[in-house]
């Protein structure tokens, strides 16, 4: 049974850092293209940023570019996340794919989320 589960989620004031970590079971990471998602309340899914598995130049949505940072190593997933601002509140989600896209559809597997809010 395959299992995501991302972590490092929490307040934090505009302005602030958080990484969130990506790690999984029943599956290798390392083989996978992941995604980054968040979707705030009222709001659809979006992806933000995505890593693929043997390519180390990841992609980012434009509201996330250089703020947010994707990486991996040792078969976990990282997103570091500077300047947060009071519009980066969602919940953040990591999915697995073959490749990277900002499609929903085309990821295979997703975590439960973990809640980022950006308040002062």
């Known amino acids: 049974q395959v299992q995501l589960v991302e972590s490092g989620g929490g307040l934090v004031q505009p302005g602030g850092s958080l990484r969130l970590s990506c790690v999984a079971s029943?599956?290798?990471?390392?083989?996978?293209?992941v995604g980054w998602f968040r979707q705030a309340p009222g709001k659809e899914r979006e992806g933000i940023a995505c890593i693929r598995s043997r390519d180390p130049s990841p992609y980012y949505e434009d509201s996330v570019k250089g703020r947010f940072t994707t990486s991996r190593a040792s078969a976990t997933v990282y997103l570091q996340m500077d300047r947060l601002k009071p519009e980066d509140t969602a919940v953040y989600y990591c999915?697995?794919?073959?490749?990277?896209?900002?499609?929903?559809?085309?990821?295979?597997?997703w975590g439960q989320g973990t809640q980022v809010t950006v308040s002062a």
């Open positions: 999915a697995t794919s073959r490749g990277c896209s900002f499609h929903v559809g085309a990821f295979d597997y």
């Open positions: 029943g599956l290798v990471l390392d083989d996978f293209a």
